[in-house]
């Protein structure tokens, strides 16, 4: 199945789980993944939370962002992967001059 992003409407999530400013997002949601691109804007971030029932990989495509993943923070850049698994928390932020995009993929777990 071929998922065309641009094609898709993009949506602007305030505050998303608690964080600064907006987390715009093109996604597809299936009956068990959501497929993202996502963008943060410079200072922009994603609100620290818990992968309860699911996890979440993301492929960075460009910028530059920092992740805070449990008790340790990642510096990500393009080509980088970071992985969340189920039980595990972790917060997304552009810090960065330019905005952050990457994909995002988030399987519920059973």
Do not use: Q
């Amino acid at each position: 199945m071929k998922i065309v992003f641009d094609t898709l409407e993009e949506r602007e999530e305030k505050n998303f789980k608690g964080g600064e400013k907006s987390f715009k997002v093109r996604m597809h949601a299936g009956n068990y993944n959501k497929i993202m691109k996502g963008r943060l804007e410079p200072g922009a971030s994603i609100g620290l939370h818990m992968h309860e029932t699911n996890s979440e990989i993301i492929f960075i495509l460009s910028g530059v962002g920092t992740m805070i993943y449990d008790d340790t923070k990642e510096i990500l850049h393009a080509g980088d992967c970071h992985y969340c698994p189920m039980g595990h928390s972790h917060s997304f932020i552009n810090e960065g001059s330019e905005d952050l995009i990457f994909y995002a993929v988030v399987p519920e777990h059973e």
